[in-house]
């Protein structure tokens, strides 16, 4: 509750602000938007295919855009298996379409041919967690880890959850993902 002065009287206003943390800071989501981006990013919002939002959920799109951040690419979704959030296996399997195969392969590709590449993983509390990306071809799969068991502990995943997975660049290039949870019910 903050207290101004207008026309000589003192009248107390209550504000509700809308913020995110990006990289430890607090940044208040209407010092970042103007009206025009606002319309835009209502058009955005209407972005759902088969039941699936193909953009991440608001907050993290401002993390992104306020980062400087490329325009998020929907990789998929994935039910979390046991296998995903045993902390002995650490990593995540991801099951890549045609399309999202070619590009994690290109991201990889282009690290000199080496088997993984590092990268930067946002949750959905818009928190950076480093990780490395890793193709198995045994498996046909990409795997996250090096990093996955904080993502996983601070994001409390439990068997059943749903993850949706963006791939994004920052203005220097560097490979990042964007994954948001769906608590299973």
Same mark, same amino acid.
């Given at each position: 509750? $903050?207290?101004?002065k ?7 206003? &209550?504000? /509700?602000? &809308?913020?995110?943390? #990006?990289?430890?800071n607090?940044?208040? #989501?209407h010092? +970042? ?5 606002? /319309?835009? @990013?209502? @058009?955005n919002?209407?972005? *759902?295919v088969n039941? *699936?939002n193909?953009?991440?959920?608001? !907050?993290m ?5 306020l980062?400087?951040? =490329?325009?998020p690419?929907? *990789?998929?979704?994935?039910? %979390? &298996?046991?296998?995903?959030f045993?902390? @002995?296996? $650490?990593?995540?399997? *991801?099951?890549? $379409?045609?399309? !999202? ?5 290109n #991201?990889? +590709?282009s ?5 993984? %590449?590092q990268?930067r993983v ?6 950076f967690?480093d ?6 071809n045994? %498996? ?9 068991? =904080? ?13 949706d ?10 490979p ?10």
């Amino acid at each position: 509750m $903050s207290t101004i002065k207008l026309f000589g009287k003192e009248i107390k206003v &209550e504000e /509700k602000e &809308e913020s995110i943390m #990006l990289f430890g800071n607090r940044i208040l #989501l209407h010092a +970042a938007l103007n009206e025009n981006e606002n /319309k835009k @990013q209502k @058009q955005n919002d209407n972005r *759902i295919v088969n039941g *699936i939002n193909l953009l991440p959920p608001k !907050c993290m799109r401002m993390a992104i855009r306020l980062g400087g951040g =490329s325009r998020p690419v929907y *990789i998929g979704r994935k039910q %979390v &298996e046991n296998s995903d959030f045993s902390l @002995q296996q $650490s990593r995540l399997l *991801i099951t890549a $379409s045609t399309h !999202c195969w070619k590009l994690l392969d290109n #991201l990889i +590709a282009s690290e000199d041919n080496d088997i993984a %590449v590092q990268v930067r993983v946002m949750d959905p509390r818009c928190k950076f967690h480093d990780m490395k990306l890793n193709r198995w071809n045994s %498996v046909g799969r990409f795997v996250f880890n090096r990093g996955w068991n =904080s993502l996983l502990k601070e994001n409390k995943l439990e068997k059943g959850d749903t993850l949706d997975l963006w791939h994004f660049e920052t203005p220097l290039n560097q490979p990042c993902f964007a994954i948001n949870i769906i608590k299973n019910q």
